[in-house]
């Protein structure tokens, strides 16, 4: 699936949708998981703004069981 030009808000609304949980829920799994602070309102306008790191969204596919893949466009 193509997602090069999906905000963070739509990715994350697609993961979680398939996860069948809330951006709450996520944001609580990754405190758990990685022992970091991820209120669910600072999570929630880090998503709005689009404003997730690189390392957070690797994150949040390592919680959700995604693979996070680079491919080269064909031409």
């Known amino acids: 699936m193509e997602i090069n030009n999906w905000s963070n808000k739509e990715i994350i609304k697609l993961l979680t949708a398939r996860a069948g949980i809330t951006q709450k829920k996520l944001s609580e799994l990754l405190c758990e998981k990685f022992s970091k ?3 669910s309102s600072n999570f ?9 790191k690189l390392e ?20």
């Open 37 to 39: 602070e991820y209120s």
């Open 44 to 52: 929630y306008h880090k998503i709005l703004k689009n404003n997730l």
């Open 56 to 75: 957070e969204l690797q994150a949040i596919c390592e919680v959700l069981g995604y693979n996070l893949l680079l491919e080269k466009k064909e031409k």
